[in-house]
């Protein structure tokens, strides 16, 4: 609890009793959803497919309207608002013409930047993101997954202190997600960034938030908030540890109400 | 002092009926009346508005259009004719053998589908008893004599100056039914020079430098059709060589033929033509015929 | 309600342009035989109405004709040339050359071939009308998604099902757009091919009433021309609408 | 290699054409002042090359400066309809009306008020021109993917930005098909239009030769009219392939 | 070992030496893969983002020519061949002009089968997959899970043998996927499929499958054939089970190779 006040108390991201539906299909997403991400802090969303994951980061993001409720960044409503977030999409959306390197800049061409700046900062990050021999690649040349770390280093690099993750992870075998992870995990740690994150995995949850909100089946309302408390930095075998194992078990439960 | 500029405006290609304009412009007799003068070609007929509006100083039409055009109040004025009498023709291939209007009976005529050719065909049948209802009319529109002659009609209205002449060279025997001799009325002028009411009102200087000099032209061309074919030939060099030859040649001497001066026109034929248009109600009212023309701006030799 | 302004604007549009026509003819003082005020015009219209109509009836009958076929063609020249890379190339020229021959130059030919009935036009105004439809379509045919190809190679299905279920319904929209374009151009195309040589049409009523400097009774015939035009389109329009819905979703509320 | 097929295959098709013509002009036996022979025409093309070179030139001058400007019309105008519904509503209806005005018919005015210098044809062609550019463009701006559109949103970005960045590449494949087919009327509207008045052009040229019986003058000034036709849109193909090679990548290797 | 000699003898797809490299990016992708599928055998797929899963699938599939190497079901050589399997795409294809149900049930138009008998038969299974409320929806009206959901059944209606699944559960929370994964169980409890999955989930492809194939960085080639002896009907727990505990250590191992 108190744990809780603290994060309210310097929350950067407040979302106040959100509600969404459809007109088109006539279906009501959110109800009454509220929640709150700290500064410096990795919040994450699990909930059963279809409840209102992505319509939730759309809204934050803008890109749809709620019928009521409030979304604060900073105690400023951003209702409506765009470009106040990092936003990454659950299908990555690549420009064809485009690429992949010039794919990666696209938020630092809409600040004006110079191409080659900004080329010449993104060729760093590209070999992070084990992309450097495809720079040059078309989107269609990519892999999946490739795509989807692409779409990630795209949106960090749109440089906003709140960044919204839809499965940011999905596409990735064990080995370069916990390589990408670690480098998240990194910049975490050194800028003061705030984190809200969806996911289906509940291991990668776990391993990688402060807090975890549970959705409910459609229309879906806040069933759980779950802190994490293990203690940073974790490593990867954590996920034998009792603790993890408890939370674990508690999510899979509140999931299958 | 500098050139005036001036326009003419064709009524149709370059042709025969125009050498004199082309003479009197590659002679330099424009020049030496300080006109700087300017030949255009349109091809969808004569746009009388065109000149009524002072846009072109000058234009080749004909009785029949400046007529229909002062009766809509569109102020024409004609200055001279260019043929003293309509060379235009009734023509078929010799083998259907059409030698009076009678023969016009169950044959199909090849028109361009104006109202006034139909009231022309009914009135000279109707003349000689023939019956007007037994011709079959078809419109050719834009295409040409020969191609339709003898396939989808059987007589054709020409000009015998071009397309008969045409027919002579090709060596296709024509029967030939000319208009001025069916009937006085039909030998109204074509083609005419026009301008507008305006200039010829406060313009006056500039219509008589342009007649005379034009006037000189046609005299030249009446006098050597060879050379001012030539002439034409050089300034509409696409044209057929050997029908303007031919052709210049038929025609020299039907500019003046038995008038006293190359372009004078009579009261009578105007008068003639514009009371027969409106009995036959081709025109909603009557104009006045003197207003029509004028022969006040042909040289005084 | 949409729809309704949709389809009322134009009317609007409509009379604000005759009252700039109005405005002009007033202010400019042209006279009346170069640009006549509209109510003359509609007073004509009113007057000949019977006249014009009659013309009307063939001029429609010429271009609604010729465009269906028109269609006909365009689709069928697109797919083969969409099935076959050799027909491709060896009919692109020929489409070209079909759309840069000055007919009314070769209407001889047309004539000789056609003869004077209401044939030659209908072929005039199918040559006009297909090519848009053609060219159009077959873009679409070429910016068809992969995704749904492979999806559907990977099924199996054979080239006549892929080319029915999913190039087909992609390239509607370019296909529409070809014909709006050749539903603008059908009635104006069969007012000019009238000029080959007819005793009816709009075409004949134009000439005739030019040259006997009828001037009003020319601007009542282009009148009736645009109108026809823009039902024509209008039509075209909403059939575009109901056959492909799909294309006009305001996908998500992305465009809020 | 590729390439180079689809460059020669034209040609070939254009000698098999002639083949065609000369056949049936054998065959046939059709009087040579209607249909001339094809070396006929081609001894004639060269006999009198100056003089069609002069009137090409004149001709060409025309529909290229009038192509230039109808893109840029045809782009602009499409701009504006996309960015205001109102301005879209209000500029359609003009856009049809443009394209049913029979322009020959309405000479009188053309020439009063633009007179009888280049002016007027240009301002022919670009309205044959611009008009399927337009309409394809617009087309296009509609059927922009949302994903990119949503994509830039979310980050921010402005009307512009999102216009410059996707609407505009992304409709690049419709502006194409409209430049191609206003392409392949340039010439042959230039022609037309000279109809109106003038000393110089292929359409003069056509018109005299027709007139006065010179048949395998005309049908030369046609072969050149069409070769300009399909140099034009040769060009214009080129032009499409190099700005959007994206367009034309053999997307993975579905199709194989 | 003898487990697989039985396993070969009555292998149903069975993959010689493949190799393939794409032109256009002129990379090497597949070197040397061989593989079989016995009947009634679910076999995993794992290795690092982009080293040729899907690349892979494809060439089963006939999307893509292999420069060498055979491909045979039942024997009879494939390569090239369309249609001899369904196939399951790692981004979800969906026709926007198609409600979702007409969207399941293209492969029984394909068959000729009328719209009515399918949409009929597709209704049930809808049911089972979560989507009968959004039958008559259109794709973009759909959740990433939902359409991925709707693509898995769609191939499943394809009624082939062999089945090539691409990350078919990647998009769909814990309890969506434990419920289709059990739906597909009890399917191949049933009928005579073989089944090549690709996932990035070592739980779910020791929980699922009969075999695992690693795969290496590309070029890739097979680094290891690994048997999952675990007794079917496994229950979700066994993930806690020493023996696959010792089974995911040991993939793990080998991706990070
Ligand atoms: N159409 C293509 N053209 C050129 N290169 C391609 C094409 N498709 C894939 N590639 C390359 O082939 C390699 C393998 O791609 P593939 O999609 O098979 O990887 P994957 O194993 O499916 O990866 P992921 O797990 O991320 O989906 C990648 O490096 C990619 O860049
Ligand atoms: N544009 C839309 N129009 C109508 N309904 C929509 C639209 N987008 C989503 N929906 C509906 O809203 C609900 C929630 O969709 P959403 O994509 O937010 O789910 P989600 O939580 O992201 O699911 P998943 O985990 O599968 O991505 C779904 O039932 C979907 O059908
Ligand atoms: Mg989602
Ligand atoms: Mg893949």
Chains 1, 5 share one sequence.
Not at chain 2, 29 to 51: N, S, W
Not at chain 2, 186 to 215: C, G, W
Not at chain 3, 101 to 122: A, D, R
Not at chain 3, 197 to 211: D, M, N, P, T, W
């Amino acid at each position: 609890m108190n744990l809780q006040k603290r994060l309210r108390s310097s929350s950067r991201l407040i979302i106040k009793n959100l509600s969404k539906s459809y007109k088109d299909s006539n279906l009501k997403v959110l109800h009454n959803i509220s929640l709150t991400v700290g500064e410096k802090e990795v919040v994450g969303v699990i909930g059963p497919s279809g409840c209102g994951k992505s319509t939730l980061l759309d809204c934050i993001a803008g890109l749809t309207v709620p019928e009521n409720g409030d979304i604060l960044i900073d105690n400023k409503s951003i209702v409506k608002k765009r470009g106040q977030v990092a936003y990454m999409f659950q299908d990555d959306v690549m420009f064809p013409w485009r690429s992949v390197l010039d794919n990666v800049i696209i938020p630092l061409e809409l600040k004006n930047i110079k191409k080659d700046t900004a080329r010449k900062e993104a060729k760093t990050l590209l070999k992070t993101f084990g992309l450097e021999k495809f720079a040059s690649f078309y989107p269609f040349m990519l892999s999946g997954g490739m795509r989807e770390r692409a779409s990630l280093l795209r949106t960090y690099l749109c440089k906003k202190d709140v960044m919204l993750l839809d499965e940011p992870f999905s596409k990735l075998d064990a080995l370069t997600r916990s390589q990408i992870q670690e480098w998240f995990l990194h910049i975490l740690s050194q800028q003061q960034k705030s984190v809200l994150f969806v996911t289906h995995d509940v291991d990668e949850a776990i391993y990688l938030s402060d807090r975890i909100y549970v959705l409910s089946q459609r229309p879906s309302k806040v069933i759980a908030e779950v802190p994490i408390t293990i203690k940073k930095p974790r490593s990867i075998d954590i996920s034998l540890s009792k603790e993890f194992i408890s939370k674990k078990k508690q999510i899979l439960d509140l999931l299958k109400q | 002092e500098q050139k005036q500029k001036v326009t003419v405006q064709l009524d149709w290609i370059p042709n025969t009926n125009h050498t004199g304009l082309y003479v009197a412009h590659e002679k330099g007799y424009y020049e030496e009346e300080h006109l700087d003068v300017q030949i255009i070609q349109p091809v969808e007929g004569d746009a009388g508005q065109i000149v009524a509006s002072g846009k072109a100083d000058f234009a080749i039409s004909s009785q029949e259009a400046v007529t229909l055009a002062r009766a809509k109040d569109i102020p024409l004025v004609s200055l001279a004719t260019i043929l003293q009498h309509n060379t235009s023709a009734f023509a078929s291939l010799k083998e259907v053998n059409i030698k009076t209007v009678k023969d016009f009976e169950g044959k199909r005529y090849g028109g361009w589908g104006s109202p006034i050719e139909k009231a022309v065909i009914q009135a000279v049948m109707d003349d000689t008893g023939a019956d007007y209802e037994k011709v079959k009319h078809i419109t050719i529109g834009s295409t040409d004599f020969f191609t339709t002659i003898g396939r989808e009609s059987d007589f054709q209205w020409i000009f015998y100056g071009w397309d008969g002449i045409e027919a002579k060279r090709r060596g296709k025997e024509l029967n030939l039914i000319m208009l001025k001799d069916l009937d006085p009325v039909l030998d109204y002028y074509t083609p005419v020079i026009i301008t507008n009411q305006k200039h010829i009102e406060s313009e006056k200087e500039l219509v008589k430098k342009f007649m005379r000099a034009t006037a000189k032209g046609y005299a030249f061309a009446q006098k050597h059709p060879d050379e001012s074919a030539d002439i034409l030939l050089k300034n509409a060099p696409e044209l057929n060589r050997d029908l303007v030859k031919q052709s210049q040649n038929w025609i020299s001497k039907r500019y003046k033929d038995d008038a006293e001066q190359w372009g004078i026109q009579k009261n009578e034929v105007w008068k003639r033509y514009s009371d027969w248009l409106f009995e036959h109600k081709q025109i909603e009212k009557n104009i006045d015929s003197k207003k029509a023309f004028t022969n006040e701006f042909l040289p005084t030799q | 309600m949409k729809n309704l302004s949709t389809y009322m604007l134009p009317v609007v549009v409509l009379l604000f342009l005759l009252l700039l026509w109005k405005a002009g003819v007033e202010i400019s003082g042209i006279e009346k035989w170069i640009l006549p005020a509209p109510e003359v015009v509609f007073q004509t219209l009113w007057k000949s109405r019977n006249l014009i109509f009659s013309h009307s009836i063939q001029t429609i009958l010429e271009s609604v004709l010729g465009l269906g076929i028109a269609v006909l063609l365009g689709v069928g020249v697109a797919v083969l040339m969409e099935w076959s890379d050799f027909l491709r190339k060896l009919l692109k020229p020929f489409l070209i050359v079909s759309q840069t021959l000055p007919f009314i130059v070769l209407s001889p030919l047309l004539i000789i071939w056609l003869g004077y009935g209401i044939l030659p036009k209908i072929v005039i105004v199918v040559l006009a009308c297909f090519f848009p439809i053609c060219i159009n379509l077959f873009d679409g045919f070429r910016s068809v998604d992969t995704g749904m190809t492979r999806l559907l190679q990977s099924m199996g299905a054979n080239k006549l099902q892929i080319f029915r279920h999913v190039t087909l319904p992609s390239s509607m929209p370019f296909f529409f757009s070809g014909l709006r374009l050749a539903g603008t151009y059908a009635i104006g195309v069969a007012v000019v091919s009238e000029w080959l040589g007819a005793e009816k049409g709009l075409g004949i009523l134009l000439i005739r009433s030019a040259k006997s400097y009828q001037t009003e009774t020319v601007f009542a015939a282009i009148i009736v021309i645009t109108l026809l035009s823009l039902l024509l389109v209008g039509v075209i329009e909403l059939i575009a609408r109901r056959s492909i819905p799909w294309h006009y979703f305001n996908k998500g509320e992305a465009t809020v």
